[in-house]
């Protein structure tokens, strides 16, 4: 039997740094994720802001298997305009005054649909999908506040031995877990990207 599992993480936290070096330093996927314990790799692929992630975990009889995620990266501005500003068009707003009412800025990660399905579980390779949210608030000159929601599913095939268990009993098992583990990773890779940043603490 194939079900999908849900698992979640989140976290606030505060950085001794300004601004823009806290987005530039989240912006790269590749030196945040490296600090995820389940991460394997993380490669750019041909397709712009498109970038591939290979996790590899264990199953529960300690079997290796490879969970592959494509994801696109996507930036947005937090903008608080005065009102007297907030009837105009956002068209019709300078790069100046974008950048004097900027608070804050998005990092989203969306999942992104290959034409070729990835799935191979003979070789043990399932594909995940992963959905975020990082949202960045300046603080003050040296501080910056981080806020990051995250989601992956990913479908795999249950063990006999759990089938005798109703279905909602198990996927509320399952889900409770992944997020779980989740949440112990993303609490592990905050703290790695702490000491980058000379200390960084929950908010």
């Excluded at 601004?19 to 314990?37: A, M």
Aim: hydrophobic residues 40%.
């Amino acid at each position: 039997m194939e079900m999908e599992a849900t698992g979640k993480s989140k976290g606030e936290w505060i950085f001794p740094a300004p601004f823009e070096r806290t987005v530039d330093y989240l912006s790269d996927q590749k030196k945040i994720l490296g600090f995820n314990p389940f991460c394997h790799n993380v490669e750019l692929t041909d397709e712009e802001d498109v970038y591939r992630w290979h996790f590899r975990v264990t199953d529960p009889q300690n079997n290796p298997f490879d969970v592959l995620f494509y994801v696109h990266q996507s930036h947005e501005l937090l903008v608080a305009l005065p009102e007297e500003l907030q009837t105009l068009d956002p068209a019709e707003l300078d790069d100046d005054t974008i950048s004097r009412h900027t608070v804050g800025r998005k990092i989203k990660w969306n999942h992104h649909q290959l034409s070729n399905p990835v799935d191979d579980p003979k070789n043990h390779v399932f594909e995940g999908k992963a959905f975020a949210d990082m949202v960045m608030e300046a603080m003050e000159p040296e501080k910056t506040k981080v806020h990051f929601d995250l989601r992956i599913d990913v479908s795999f095939v249950l063990y006999p031995a759990f089938r005798i268990l109703p279905e909602p009993i198990i996927r509320t098992m399952t889900n409770a877990g992944m997020s779980m583990i989740m949440q112990t990773a993303t609490n592990k890779m905050f703290h790695s990207i702490s000491k980058d940043f000379g200390g960084i603490h929950h908010a």
